[in-house]
């Protein structure tokens, strides 16, 4: 059975970083395509940043751009977000998926999805 589990979300100020995770159990993370989305109360779900299978490249949704790092642990079948220079229009559940990682579909098409992990940036 495949589980993609999320953690590190949590409150933080204005300009504070954190260091979200994205752990998977039935799946070998190297060789799929994992996105991470996010999704505020009220608003529709974007994708935020997309790392390519085996590593081979990585995307970013404009507006994280230089403050957010999509990075991977293959020792530890784990992929990161940190993010950095945290603002309220953050603020969200942050999740992962799981997708093909080579091909057309690389970092467009998800199979696996995560439940989440909240955060929140107030003062």
């Known amino acids: 059975q495949v589980q993609l589990v999320e953690s590190g979300g949590g409150l933080v100020q204005p300009g504070g970083s954190l260091r979200l995770s994205c752990s998977a159990s039935?799946?070998?993370?190297?060789?799929?395509?994992i996105g991470w989305f996010r999704q505020a109360p009220g608003r529709e779900r974007e994708r935020i940043a997309c790392?390519?299978?085996?590593?081979?490249?990585?995307n970013y949704l404009d507006s994280v751009k230089g403050r957010f790092t999509i990075s991977r642990d293959n020792t530890k079948n784990t992929v990161f977000l940190q993010i950095n220079s945290l603002r309220p229009e953050d603020t969200a559940n942050y999740y992962c998926?799981?997708?093909?990682?080579?091909?057309?579909?690389?970092?467009?098409?998800?199979?696996?999805w995560g439940q989440g992990t909240q955060v929140t940036v107030s003062s």
């Open positions: 998926a799981a997708g093909p990682g080579f091909g057309t579909q690389t970092c467009q098409e998800y199979d696996y």
């Open positions: 790392i390519e299978g085996a590593d081979r490249g990585a």
């Open positions: 039935g799946l070998e993370l190297y060789y799929y395509s």
